[in-house]
């Protein structure tokens, strides 16, 4: 008996939340009311969600003065990531045979944990995150994987 009363009053109080918020969203789509009250919901794409200062969304590879990548594919980046995100195919630089340059690179941001390893272990800082950019909101999950033309030209 004492079961069946915790799993009322539990009941009692995702109903009470769920009609509150039902009231407020009626209320702001006839307009009659514009504060957010007890809702959460962000009405996306009109309505952007508030980003702190120190978010690091975007990730971006830097080039040399030369316009070649700074990027030599020492595989760090790959290794660091605990998602196992980034896929790196190296090939020779024709400009210097003694180094290295990424044939592919790519970031799957679907399966990004956005913790910034990649970051910290790059020794040649040639990835970075950026802060205060756009969201990345795509359509298909295909578009969330980020080749070298995404990362470097944006």
Known sequence: MRLF?????GLGVTMKHFFLNMFYHILRFFHLSHKKGETV???????????FTRVRLR???LSRDDG???CVACYMCATACPAQCIY??????????????PKQFIINLGRCAYCGFC???CPEDALRMD?????ISEYKKEDLLYDIDKLTHW
Do not use: M, S
Request: charged share 45%.
């Open 41 to 51: 919901t962000t009405q996306y794409p009109e309505e952007k969600r508030e980003t």
């Open 88 to 101: 790196i195919e190296a090939e020779e630089d024709p400009r210097n045979p003694l180094e290295k340059k």
């Open 59 to 61: 990730h971006r590879l």
């Open 5 to 9: 009363i915790e799993a009322v009053k």
């Open 131 to 135: 802060v205060h950019v756009p969201e």
């Open 119 to 121: 970051v910290e272990a």
């Open 68 to 70: 070649r990548l700074r």
